[in-house]
């Protein structure tokens, strides 16, 4: 049974939400579900605006045809070719025979991988900066690069200042009726959420989504309609995720908070971040957190790595190397280009300990990492006579800017 929901009189949202996905991109939990949005603009012409991941067609299919009344669909643009968005593609061509599907070159490239069913006669490219007009809506094309995938580009309808952006200002989350962020207390209920959907699909394309940042700026933007999560509508909303985008595309810190991920096989290493957790406390640290790195799923930690400025990496000696999920933590940082942070390290092995070595090698690869001299090693456990090496971190770590 479809469900009407409106932006404007004649803008339909035509999304939907998945609360059973295990993980999205078959990589990340997403507990919380996500949505998968989808926008009509019925007008002379009527135009979609990208669709939704297979698990959510039904309600997709049935939302647009009736939005669409006794309509056709004339064009279908695709601002990103990811599955999640464009599943459907085949489907909808056959439903609506005539609709022109709008794209750049790489769009079209990407659909004849995708799919094998003709698109002769049907696409419609567009460049950067192009336009197209429904009748009382214009619609301008801006390519966005990387912006998770090469063929990412965005649309802005000029007469209600609409970007519609694609996975860009997404974030993980199922919507639960409500489809604006300022429906929700979304200071408390998106960021989290956001961070995490951001710096693991986007975050290693910064200078990439600065790039779409700074186009942005040049257009006055009423409302964002992102493919995933809460559309944006009202200026102090719309300021608070650009301000957030323009930290996490630029690998500023959001704080200056200290977070300790640990790993550790019988416990010395834990008891000993512990320790440190509690002098950090005791000289003014405050929103410590600490995260086993065999228990956390790394998505939650690259995103705690993108909000954090202080970063404490403590790890058992395994084979002369480091703790294994550990290494995997560091190597997901590496991997989306974290950067300027100040990180502390410390280390346990019973023999011969070789981890603080081998993070250091790692970290020191990574740009504008400021990896303190103090550091401490522990012989199997934490004896009392280490306690000042413990606190002399702490104190490093507090005074470090
Ligand atoms: C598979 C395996 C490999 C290990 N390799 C090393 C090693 O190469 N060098 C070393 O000093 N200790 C090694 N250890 C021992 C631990 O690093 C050491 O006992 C450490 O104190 C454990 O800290 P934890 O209590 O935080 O787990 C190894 C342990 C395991 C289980
Ligand atoms: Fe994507
Ligand atoms: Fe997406």
């Known amino acids: 049974m479809y469900q009407q929901r409106n932006i404007l009189d004649n803008v339909f949202y035509l999304g939907s939400s998945d609360r059973r996905l295990n993980l999205f991109e078959n990589a990340f939990p997403v507990p919380n579900g996500v949505s998968y949005n989808s926008y009509l603009v019925v007008d002379e012409k009527t135009v979609l605006l990208d669709m939704v991941d ?3 067609s039904k309600a997709f299919f049935e939302n647009l045809e009736h939005a669409l009344g006794d309509k056709k669909l004339d064009y279908v643009v695709i601002n990103h070719m990811e599955p999640d968005h464009t599943a459907t593609l085949e489907e909808l061509v056959y439903r609506y025979p005539e609709v022109t599907i709008v794209g750049n070159t790489k769009t079209f490239t990407f659909i004849k991988q995708f799919f094998t069913f003709d698109i002769t006669n049907k696409t419609l490219e567009v460049k ?11 619609f301008s094309f801006y390519m966005a690069p990387m912006v998770h995938w090469p063929e990412v580009m965005v649309t802005y309808e000029h007469e209600h200042k609409m970007l519609f952006s694609a996975d860009a200002f997404g974030t993980f989350g199922a919507l639960s009726g409500n489809i604006f962020a300022d429906e929700y207390d979304y200071k408390t209920e998106w960021p989290a959420e956001a961070r995490r959907y951001y710096s693991n699909i986007v975050g290693k394309y910064g200078p990439q989504t600065l790039a779409l940042l700074k186009k942005a700026a040049n257009l006055d933007i009423d409302y964002i309609c992102p493919l995933h999560g809460p559309i944006w509508r009202e200026k102090e909303g719309i300021s ?3 301000d957030k985008y323009s930290h ?11 977070v300790i991920f640990y790993g550790s096989i019988y416990g010395g290493t834990e008891d000993a971040s512990n320790h440190l957790a509690a002098e950090l406390a005791k000289r003014g640290a405050k929103n410590i957190k600490m995260y086993d790195v065999s228990t956390i799923d790394p998505s939650y930690m690259l995103a705690e790595a993108f909000r954090a400025k202080k970063l404490v990496f403590a790890a058992s000696t395994y084979n002369l190397d480091i703790f294994p999920k550990m290494e995997i933590l560091i190597d997901d940082l590496i991997a ?3 950067q300027n942070r100040i990180v502390a390290l410390m280390e346990n092995g ?3 300990t070789t981890a603080n070595k081998k993070m250091k090698e790692l970290i020191s690869g990574m740009k504008n990492m400021t990896i303190l001299e103090e550091t401490v090693s522990i012989k199997s456990s934490l004896k009392a006579e280490q306690m000042p090496e413990i606190e002399k971190l702490a104190q490093a770590i507090v005074d470090a800017n």
Not at 128 to 138: I, K, P, R
């Open 54 to 56: 297979k698990s959510v």
């Open 128 to 138: 950067e900066g192009a336009t197209l007009s429904s009748g009382q809506h214009t």
């Open 240 to 242: 608070w995720i650009i």
């Open 248 to 258: 996490w595309a630029g690998y500023i810190p959001e704080s200056d908070d200290v």
């Open 336 to 338: 989306h280009g974290l």
């Open 350 to 352: 019973t023999w011969a």
